[in-house]
Nanobody, 121 residues
Framework: QVQLEESGGGLVQAGGSLRLSCAAS????????MGWFRQAPGKEREFVAS????????YYADSVKGRFTLSRDNAKNTVYLQMNSLKPEDTAVYYC??????????????WGQGTQVTVSS
């Protein structure tokens, strides 16, 4: 059974920071490109960031580039999303995702349940 478990969401003031974590039960964790999507009310789910399975190359959406940092710890089967300089438009449910041996997250094989991030103005 594969499970992705997010944590670290919550309420933060604009300009503040949050760190999201995603713990994965995947046996072959190091073979999965990992990352995050988010979905705000009334909007489509959008790509946020990914980290490649083979070389840990990161890829970010333009909207978060320079503010968010994605990392992974293969020994802990965990990925982290450090979110700095948060803006109200970052408010969304954030979903951890995993895709086997992909260049970027396009069609994830597995999804987490989501964690709410709310940024107040």
């Amino acid at each position: 059974q594969v499970q992705l478990e997010e944590s670290g969401g919550g309420l933060v003031q604009a300009g503040g920071s949050l760190r999201l974590s995603c713990a994965a039960s995947i046996r072959t964790f190091s073979s999965y490109t990992m990352g995050w999507f988010r979905q705000a009310p009334g909007k489509e789910r959008e790509f946020v960031a990914s980290i490649r399975w083979s070389d840990s190359m990161t890829y970010y959406a333009d909207s978060v580039k320079g503010r968010f940092t994605l990392s992974r710890d293969n020994a802990k089967n965990t990925v982290y999303l450090q979110m700095n300089s948060l803006k109200p438009e970052d408010t969304a449910v954030y979903y951890c995702a995993a895709e086997l041996r992909s260049v970027v997250l396009r069609n994830p094989n597995y999804w987490g349940q989501g964690t709410q991030v709310t940024v107040s103005s």
